[in-house]
């Protein structure tokens, strides 16, 4: 090999050496950190690299929180950052909550960041509450009015409970449940309407952000709007409802004397065929008795009389049939 290309490859080889011992010994970043007043050593940087942390943004981190008066270790930064967290948002959140003096640690700013909560938005929502307009609420008075309800509630976070605590969500069911509750104990819809702060002031005494995210600071009435007659028109449904029950028992008495009717008329059919077949069996009895001489001419005679009689009889009763038989 040529004298030239030798010399050429040593020095391409020593720049790539040197490059790669800056990338391994980040020698700028451990002179700011200690210009910075920031304790980490060059050997953390490097064994940083090999754990394939960011050296820039753990001595970043440090520097700020440094700044801000704050004492965290590069072990607690890097330790959040392999976790999955979110350093930068942690360090920011951290310095807000501490010139807020919100009471806020680095245990419990990483425990909400890795619970997926935006910790600094959370701070920031603390120190500047929040309003949340609740959707129409409709609750019926004791005199059946129905009245209409929107409220804004006042919250802000509450640090605390940002891991495990319910969301807006939560606080909205339970504001309109309090305002349902509260209309629906009131004697008088007029009640309401002269006193809406009565509903404030009840809704906001039941504690509604126990178990939640945050803190209500008031619940103010935006509007109450009156809706339907609940009670009236509860009443006229219940009693067209009456009324159909009612037509439903006078029909089916109806039927049952319909039904009636036509049994009795069936039975006086039956009746009818029974006497009809008995007076066929007449004329076969008398035949016998008088072949057996138990009936004599004049008996016989005098029965036709007898019936002559009755049918006269029957005939005076009914003066219309007579008249028909004469036409």
Known sequence: MEPGISLILIIIGSVVAFFLLLYLLPVNLWFTAQLSNVKI??????????????????????????????????????????????VNRVIKALISADKANIPLDFKLATAIDLAGRDVFDAVQLSVNPQVINTPPVAAVAKDGIQLITKARVTVRANI????????????????????????????????VLENPDKISKTV????????????????????????????????TDQAEADLKV???????RRAMAVANEQE?????QE??????????????????AFRNGNL???????????????????SIAKPGDIGKGKG
Do not use: C, W
């Open 41 to 86: 050593s060059l050997l953390n940087l490097v064994l940083m690299r090999l754990r394939k942390v960011p050296p820039a943004l753990i001595t970043n981190a440090m520097i700020i929180s440094s700044k801000a008066g704050l004492r965290l270790t590069s072990n607690e930064i890097e330790t959040h950052y392999l976790a999955g967290g979110n």
């Open 160 to 191: 605390h409970q940002l891991v495990g605590g319910a969301g807006e969500e939560t606080i909205l069911a339970r504001v309109g449940e309090g305002i349902v509750t509260t209309i629906g104990s009131a004697v008088n819809h007029k009640e």
């Open 204 to 235: 906001l005494s039941k504690g509604l952000d126990s178990g939640t995210a945050f803190e209500i600071l008031s619940i103010d009435i935006a509007d109450i709007d009156i809706g339907q007659n609940v009670g009236a028109k509860l009443q």
């Open 246 to 252: 009612a037509n439903a028992r006078a029909e089916e």
């Open 264 to 268: 009795m008329k069936a039975k006086a």
């Open 271 to 288: 009746a009818k065929a029974k006497v009809i077949e008995a007076e066929s069996q007449v004329p076969l009895a008398m035949a016998e």
């Open 296 to 314: 004599g001419i004049l008996d016989y005679y005098k029965m036709q009389n007898i019936q002559a009689d009755t049918d006269m009889r029957s």
